[in-house]
């Protein structure tokens, strides 16, 4: 560990590069934020099927709906959890049953499942051959006195990663879990081959299928303890055009729902919930924390103390910032440092400084941040004069991470923008903001003069060669850099380099004679596995996990 012992403005601005890795310390944004796109119909409305008015919060339509939109519209439901069984109930009587039938799902084994069920299949713990020894000397045993394996599974198992995704990744994260696949090679080739194969079938928690001929017709069934369910999984049933339904149950609508009844037994008096106004200053004061007698707990999605804190440095007093704090609390946008890009923006703590004044338009509400996939679909239509069907397109290829379809939308926008008196050069860096904000961030600010080791073949590459450079995108040219997770080395690989633009650079010296030149937005990740800022780590006085 070291702590910063000096920190030297330098004299210029210096050209600035951001890492984005995947692995333990990566992030991902999941498409950005979304809300339920029916939402966005005008007609849902009207009906009184959605109760948010999509003009009011200039919701796009095309959004929902529209001539290219790859996938079929869908409408998610929530229901009162007390009585989802008898939505569920009437859509049987409704279409007939042998019309509808629940949907299956295909439980896989995963890392730590799969080391712990082969560990025991094995019997690494010689549990088998020691019983056959006493048996010998005691023919009455019925069963294995000893759970040496089964104590073997345990703690090996626990040696992989929460985070890591697969054993693969579990090798590069973990030492210990390494020191043992080389301690039993036959555990580790084995559960190569198992891991990711169906352990067991189990049932969707909400889908359904409703279909207009005999669902036996389409779909191979199956029952389990009186349950129908198809055999196919849910893409598949898509694929095949079926009509899915989403019937979500959500215990917060029961507390409401008991709270109304509540308020009419004992006041007699009954609230209009859905006219309620959505910009009270009272409700504001609970959030923003100006009501110091008041917090969030019981709040839906606003208790957690993290969400609680964000409210707060937003200073909530519209309705929409709500909508933008459900947004940015999430690990995406919470890694990559969003959430404080907003707050500085909005409380006017740093100027806003756009690509491209086109983009001010497009982000206008969102103080220059994308937040929203309705974000991306702004943009593109501001600045590549994408229609709206065509931006939602690009919205899905951006959020589903899809190779060949995001690389045929960057070549429109691209077009497009130039076709609006963009320059080519400014049309790819806004278009990499965009795909930045959708996949993997891990903000570095560091300078292009830096340098990275790759582990895999320990030469040494600075930022600028990498910038400039292929590496990463090939699959021939890995580069693996050390990464900290809780006082421990973790393997990350490396994805992109990018320039950021010049900035005020700062040379930052450690107490063990390391000097890095990064701006002060830069974040080192600290002694309690938290990353903070450079100004943070001095006020703090806070030791860095920098060897």
């Known amino acids: 560990m070291a702590k910063i012992k000096t920190i030297i403005k330098t004299k210029y601005k210096g050209m600035v590069h951001d890492l984005s890795i995947e692995g333990i310390h990566a992030y991902n944004i999941e498409g950005l934020s979304v809300h339920n796109s029916a939402a966005s119909s005008l007609c849902l409305y009207v009906l009184g099927i959605t109760k948010l008015d999509p003009l009011k919060y200039n919701l796009i339509f095309e959004r929902f709906l529209n001539p290219d939109r790859i996938s079929p519209p869908d409408v998610d439901v929530d229901f009162d959890y007390n009585r989802r069984e008898e939505v569920y109930n009437y859509v049987i009587r409704k279409y007939g049953a042998d019309h509808c039938s629940q949907i299956g799902t295909y439980n896989k084994f995963k890392a730590r499942a799969t080391v712990r069920s082969t560990v025991k299949a094995l019997d690494l713990g010689n549990d088998w051959e020691t019983f056959i020894k006493e048996k010998e000397t005691n023919p009455s045993l019925k069963k294995p006195q000893t759970k040496n394996s089964l104590d073997l599974a345990d703690c090996i198992s626990k040696q992989i990663f929460k985070k890591a995704k697969n054993i693969e990744e579990a ?91 509540m308020v009419k037994e004992r006041h007699d008096k009954d609230i209009p919930i859905d006219d309620l106004e959505p910009n009270d200053p009272k409700v504001f004061a609970i959030l923003n924390g100006k ?68 983009m001010g338009i497009a982000l206008k509400e969102t103080y220059g941040t994308i937040i929203f996939q309705e974000s ?20 899905y290829a951006v959020g589903k991470k899809i190779p060949e379809l995001l690389a045929k939308q960057k070549e429109l926008f691209i077009k497009g923008c130039v076709k609006n008196d963009i320059s080519e050069e400014i049309a790819e860096k806004i278009f990499k903001q965009i795909d930045y904000f959708s996949g993997y961030g891990f903000n570095r600010c560091l300078t292009g003069d830096m340098t990275v080791l790759n582990k895999l073949n ?19 040219n890995y580069i693996v850099i050390d990464s900290y997770l809780n006082e421990e080395i973790v393997e990350d690989e490396l994805i992109e380099v990018f320039e950021t633009g010049e900035k005020e650079v700062y040379e930052v010296e450690l107490n063990n004679g390391v000097v890095i030149k990064c701006t002060l937005d830069h974040k080192f990740i600290c002694s309690d596995g938290e990353k903070y800022t450079v100004q943070e780590i001095i006020d703090g006085d806070l030791e860095v996990l920098y060897e």
């Open 376 to 395: 991306v679909m702004k943009v593109a239509v501001e600045l590549a004069s994408f229609t709206n069907a065509q931006s939602d397109t690009l919205r």
């Open 291 to 358: 009501n110091a007698t008041k917090d969030t707990r019981g709040i839906f999605q606003f208790e957690a103390d993290g969400i609680s804190k964000l409210l707060k440095d937003i200073r909530v007093d519209v309705f929409e910032d709500m909508i933008v704090a459900n947004a940015l609390y999430r690990p995406g946008p919470l890694g990559a440092g969003i959430h404080e890009m907003y707050c500085n923006y909005k409380h006017g703590r740093k100027k806003i400084e756009y690509l491209h004044p086109k």
């Open 458 to 476: 320990n030469k040494i590459y600075n930022l600028k060669e990498l910038a400039e450079g292929s590496y990463g995108v090939n699959k021939d």
């Open 171 to 261: 090798l590069k994260m973990s030492r210990e879990f390494r020191d043992s696949m080389q301690r039993y090679p036959e555990l580790l080739e084995c559960v190569r081959h198992i891991e990711g194969t169906i352990s067991s079938p189990g049932t969707h928690a909400s889908g359904l299928i409703v279909c207009k001929d005999p669902i036996i017709e389409h779909v191979p069934l199956r029952s389990k303890n009186g349950v129908i369910a198809s055999q196919f999984d849910m893409k598949e049933v898509e694929d095949l055009g079926l009509l899915k339904f989403d019937l979500l149950a959500l215990k917060t609508l029961t507390v409401i729902d008991k709270t109304l009844k």
